[in-house]
């Protein structure tokens, strides 16, 4: 059980590149979410999905667009990449049963660099 | 405007000693709070909750207060070990979808040897 995986841990891109940071879970959670963590700010909601084919705005949704098509998996996308977008980005996954007990799992994060 | 607010950037404690991390929230109606511990390079992980309809609860050397009417609540590590040293993060999920939390900027927390 490899429970939440993320790719790549690393990422230096150029100003207006595009690119993807992949997200899976096998833990069958319904409730999947993309966070980005910066200095001061503490874990800022980007977009979540509440199951396959279904996404929502969070937070800080700019700049990022996600799709679901399966339970596993919860790709974040950035159209063209901004230095603004520079920070460590998370995605977590819950059951989603309850409000109560409703624990997320986190994966070990992508560190993004944006020149 | 930040809904879970904690005020001390980082807590510096001795080995043995009582660690107290404060969180802060805004509104009154949140009913469920979380606490997650982060090592560097790593994801944060599920510590301890507490539901509104108590004041405290306990999970070994961890312990969560919680303050209604001052909209504070409180992590208690006794006795504090160099392994505690981390980021904590206390986090409430939305009223109207508990699937969206709102997290505090966090606590790094120093265990001296």
């Known amino acids: 059980n490899a429970g939440v995986t993320q790719t790549p841990k690393f990422q230096v891109l150029k100003t207006g590149q595009s690119m993807t940071l992949q997200c899976a879970q096998d833990?069958?959670?319904?409730?999947m979410s993309w966070y980005r963590q910066d200095p001061g700010m503490g874990l800022r909601l980007i977009h979540y999905s509440v199951g396959a084919g279904i996404t929502d705005q969070g937070e800080v949704p700019n700049g990022y667009n996600v799709s679901r098509s399966t339970t596993e998996d919860f790709p974040l996308r950035l159209l063209s990449a901004a230095p603004s977008q520079t920070s460590v980005y998370f995605c977590?996954?819950?059951?989603?049963?309850?409000?109560?007990?409703?624990?997320?799992?986190f994966g070990p994060g992508t560190r993004l660099t944006v020149l | 405007d930040q809904q879970v607010k904690q005020n001390s950037p980082s807590l510096s404690v001795q080995e043995g000693r009582i660690s107290i991390l404060n969180c802060d929230y805004t509104?009154?109606?949140?009913?469920?709070f979380l606490w997650y511990k982060k090592y560097p390079a790593e994801g944060p992980t599920f510590l301890i909750s507490?539901?509104?309809?108590?004041d405290k609860n306990e999970d070994g050397r961890f312990t969560v207060f919680l303050n209604k009417s001052a909209k504070h609540l409180s992590l208690h590590i006794v006795p504090s070990q160099p392994g505690d040293s981390a980021v904590y993060f206390c986090a409430a999920p939305d009223l109207y979808n508990f699937n969206k939390f709102y997290f505090g900027s966090g606590t790094k927390l120093n265990v001296k040897p």
């Open positions: 509104n009154s109606m949140f009913d469920y």
């Open positions: 977590a996954s819950s059951y989603s049963k309850a409000h109560v007990g409703n624990e997320q799992f």
């Open positions: 833990m069958n959670h319904e409730y």
């Open positions: 507490i539901s509104s309809i108590k």
